[in-house]
């Protein structure tokens, strides 16, 4: 009888254990599959054919039409969410104003809508996006 409960208690110190370090999020060396793909504001958009307002995410970083975010370390992923920091070359990627034009920025990806919406959060600057049917990086 003794060990049937010391297993099950155990087995509760596991889980809880278990739950506690999910909340942390995972670490990982690339943006997940699920993330990647081509994006843009509207679902018009996607079919612009010079790709200005287009956002396209791979394993190693963000692609925009003048600029790129390098990933430039380790991916925290939990769920729907991924964040890390890149280093951003090229286009302006303030959208309320000027920033330099090299620099590094922590950023956030939250998929939406099982996947059909990602919101993309650079230094605080949130832009909604929709999934370009057809179009995977």
């Given amino acids: 009888m003794r060990m049937t409960m010391g297993g099950i208690a155990l087995a509760g110190i596991s889980l809880v254990a278990g739950l506690a370090l999910s909340g942390c999020g995972a670490k990982v ?3 997940p599959a699920q993330f990647q793909g081509q994006w843009a504001q509207t679902a018009a958009l996607c079919n612009d054919a010079d790709g200005v307002s287009r956002l396209t995410v791979s394993a190693n970083g963000l692609g925009f039409y003048e600029g790129h975010g390098a990933l430039s370390g380790p991916v925290t ?3 729907e969410r991924a964040s890390g920091t890149f280093d951003m070359t090229g ?3 303030n959208y ?3 920033r330099p034009r090299d620099q590094r920025q922590s950023g956030e990806l939250v998929l939406t809508d099982h996947g059909a919406g990602l ?3 650079l230094q605080g600057h949130r832009q909604n996006y929709v999934r370009c049917t057809g179009n995977r990086a």
């Fill in 96 to 98: 309320e104003g000027v």
């Fill in 29 to 31: 060396e690339s943006l």
């Fill in 119 to 121: 919101i993309l959060t």
């Fill in 91 to 93: 286009a302006d990627f």
């Fill in 77 to 79: 992923t939990l769920g």
